[in-house]
């Protein structure tokens, strides 16, 4: 699917939410405001979503426009790696979510896996940093970046939390239907990869 037409809403939304960031002149801010809603039209020609509901997904955002966050736990037991079935869509994905501001990556993980799947984890390595736009996930209006960090269990036990239903282990062979708004089959067989070979380096993009 091409998705250049994505690509460029989101430049455009990004330049002009930077420029009504910065600038003080009253003409410059008028033009920035009209690549906004540009932006927001050409969003809104090729997606069911709704004109007003584009709006307020990108007026509000404020300041200089950066990708956002995820973070996703990597978590292996006997062979198989921990996933979590999403109460949004009933598909599976590693335990996570955006990194909340005020916590460190190693502590959003952490935290995202205890509420997700009832375990308690220690950080161990980061295993990949990668541009959400590099790999096959739906299009989205935003850029997002993914942490995927190794953890071990020191705790807790199975339970379900309020954004997910049901937690589980799955071999590498054994996938189930994924999630892939959160996580690809690539990226999963990746961090199987860490599991045969712990030297493996960090993988980036």
Same mark, same amino acid.
């Given at each position: 699917m091409n998705t250049q037409w994505l690509d460029w809403a989101k430049r455009i939304q990004a330049l002009s939410q930077s420029g009504l960031a910065f600038s003080k002149d009253i003409y410059d801010i008028e033009r920035? #405001? #009209?690549?906004?809603?540009?932006?927001? #039209?050409?969003m809104a020609e090729h997606t069911d979503l709704e004109i007003h509901k584009i709006e307020d997904l990108f007026t509000n955002e404020t300041g200089y426009?950066?990708?956002?966050?995820?973070?996703?736990?990597?978590?292996?037991?006997?062979g198989q790696i921990l996933m979590v079935k999403e109460s949004i869509d009933d598909k599976w994905a590693l335990p996570g979510g955006f990194c909340d501001i005020g916590l460190s990556p190693s502590e959003n993980v952490v935290k995202e896996i205890q509420e997700e799947s009832g375990y308690d984890v220690m950080p161990v390595k980061l295993l990949a940093l990668l541009d959400k736009n590099k790999h096959p996930h739906p299009p989205e209006p935003y850029h997002y970046y993914k942490i995927f960090i190794l953890c071990e269990i020191i705790g807790g036990e199975p339970a379900a939390g309020s954004e997910t239903n049901q937690v589980e282990f799955f071999s590498e062979h054994n996938l189930p239907s994924l999630s892939i708004n959160r996580n690809t089959e690539s990226q999963i067989k990746t961090m199987f990869e860490f599991l045969k070979d712990p030297k493996k380096e960090t993988v980036i993009d």
């Amino acid at each position: 699917m091409n998705t250049q037409w994505l690509d460029w809403a989101k430049r455009i939304q990004a330049l002009s939410q930077s420029g009504l960031a910065f600038s003080k002149d009253i003409y410059d801010i008028e033009r920035y #405001e #009209e690549l906004r809603q540009i932006s927001v #039209e050409i969003m809104a020609e090729h997606t069911d979503l709704e004109i007003h509901k584009i709006e307020d997904l990108f007026t509000n955002e404020t300041g200089y426009q950066t990708p956002k966050v995820d973070v996703r736990g990597v978590v292996f037991k006997d062979g198989q790696i921990l996933m979590v079935k999403e109460s949004i869509d009933d598909k599976w994905a590693l335990p996570g979510g955006f990194c909340d501001i005020g916590l460190s990556p190693s502590e959003n993980v952490v935290k995202e896996i205890q509420e997700e799947s009832g375990y308690d984890v220690m950080p161990v390595k980061l295993l990949a940093l990668l541009d959400k736009n590099k790999h096959p996930h739906p299009p989205e209006p935003y850029h997002y970046y993914k942490i995927f960090i190794l953890c071990e269990i020191i705790g807790g036990e199975p339970a379900a939390g309020s954004e997910t239903n049901q937690v589980e282990f799955f071999s590498e062979h054994n996938l189930p239907s994924l999630s892939i708004n959160r996580n690809t089959e690539s990226q999963i067989k990746t961090m199987f990869e860490f599991l045969k070979d712990p030297k493996k380096e960090t993988v980036i993009d």
